[in-house]
């Protein structure tokens, strides 16, 4: 079956830092991966969106790669900001057969420290 | 501001109880959704519509309803069926297949 997963263990990084936040997916070839911010008792909030033919997209201080090789993407946050703890999930739909709908990984908690 | 609205933000069902879980949008997207989120869970989803008065399950449909008899609206009812009701329930949008999807601030539903 298709599986997505995220290191469910926090990750603690120290303010200035760069914060590197896993995605891993088997049995399925995404045609895209999605990242969203979660913070406690909100709704996610999308941030970006790569493709299955892309291999890298930034926006700002984030930045997403696609490696179909190793069936992973990375989420990276440079210069990391206490602002900026929060969960982050990944979510993808396969490329064909099955529902064009994402499924979501359980989300890994990012705490930055001052 | 666009956006969806969900209400309330928190509510309590009793024993044998149906309560209802209002959605909300005003994106103008065709597609909307609800998932449930337990803690340390991901998002698992309930019910799907792609068009006004049609919607399909999700992976754990049973013991909810839905109905969309509006664009804007896709209010989902947790009925006495489910036994474990008590989650964190967002409702989303999107308009298109790869588009990202704009979720509500969730209502957490307890158990008295």
Same mark, same amino acid.
């Given at each position: 079956? /298709?599986?997505?997963?995220?290191? $469910?263990?926090?990750?603690?990084? /120290?303010?200035?830092?760069?914060?590197?936040?896993?995605?891993?997916?088997?049995?399925? $070839?995404?045609?895209?991966? /999605?990242?969203?911010?979660?913070?406690?008792?909100?709704g996610?909030?999308?941030?970006?969106?790569?493709?299955?033919?892309?291999?890298?997209?930034?926006?700002?201080?984030?930045?997403?790669?696609?490696?179909?090789?190793?069936?992973?993407?990375?989420?990276?946050?440079?210069?990391?900001?206490?602002?900026?703890?929060?969960?982050?999930?990944?979510?993808?739909?396969? /490329?064909?057969?099955? $529902?064009?709908?994402?499924?979501?990984?359980?989300?890994?908690?990012?705490?930055?420290?001052? | 501001?666009?956006?969806i609205t969900q209400s309330p933000k928190?509510?309590?069902?009793?024993?044998?109880? =149906?309560? #209802?879980l209002s959605c909300e949008? =005003?994106?103008?997207?065709?597609?909307?959704?609800?998932?449930?989120?337990?803690?340390?869970?991901?998002?698992?989803?309930?019910?799907?519509?792609?068009?006004? =008065?049609?919607?399909?399950?999700?992976?754990?449909?049973?013991?909810?309803?839905?109905?969309?008899?509006?664009?804007?609206?896709?209010?989902?009812?947790? #009925?006495?069926?489910?036994? =474990?009701? #008590?989650?964190?329930y967002l409702c989303?949008?999107?308009?298109?297949?790869?588009?990202?999807?704009?979720?509500g601030d969730g209502t957490?539903?307890?158990?008295?």
């Amino acid at each position: 079956s /298709q599986k997505i997963e995220q290191n $469910s263990e926090a990750l603690n990084i /120290q303010e200035g830092k760069t914060a590197t936040l896993t995605c891993n997916y088997t049995n399925y $070839s995404p045609a895209y991966l /999605q990242w969203y911010r979660q913070d406690p008792g909100r709704g996610p909030v999308f941030l970006l969106l790569i493709r299955e033919n892309e291999k890298e997209k930034r926006k700002e201080r984030l930045k997403v790669t696609f490696d179909t090789t190793l069936k992973q993407s990375l989420f990276h946050i440079t210069a990391s900001q206490p602002a900026d703890s929060a969960t982050y999930l990944c979510a993808s739909a396969p /490329q064909s057969g099955g $529902s064009y709908i994402p499924t979501f990984g359980r989300g890994t908690s990012l705490i930055v420290h001052p | 501001d666009g956006g969806i609205t969900q209400s309330p933000k928190y509510l309590f069902r009793k024993e044998g109880q =149906n309560v #209802t879980l209002s959605c909300e949008q =005003n994106l103008n997207h065709d597609a909307m959704y609800w998932y449930r989120q337990d803690p340390g869970q991901g998002l698992r989803l309930i019910y799907y519509s792609q068009i006004v =008065n049609d919607f399909q399950k999700g992976d754990i449909a049973e013991g909810y309803s839905v109905s969309r008899e509006k664009k804007e609206s896709f209010p989902l009812t947790v #009925t006495s069926a489910q036994k =474990n009701p #008590t989650a964190f329930y967002l409702c989303a949008s999107n308009q298109g297949r790869e588009q990202p999807q704009h979720f509500g601030d969730g209502t957490r539903l307890s158990i008295l």
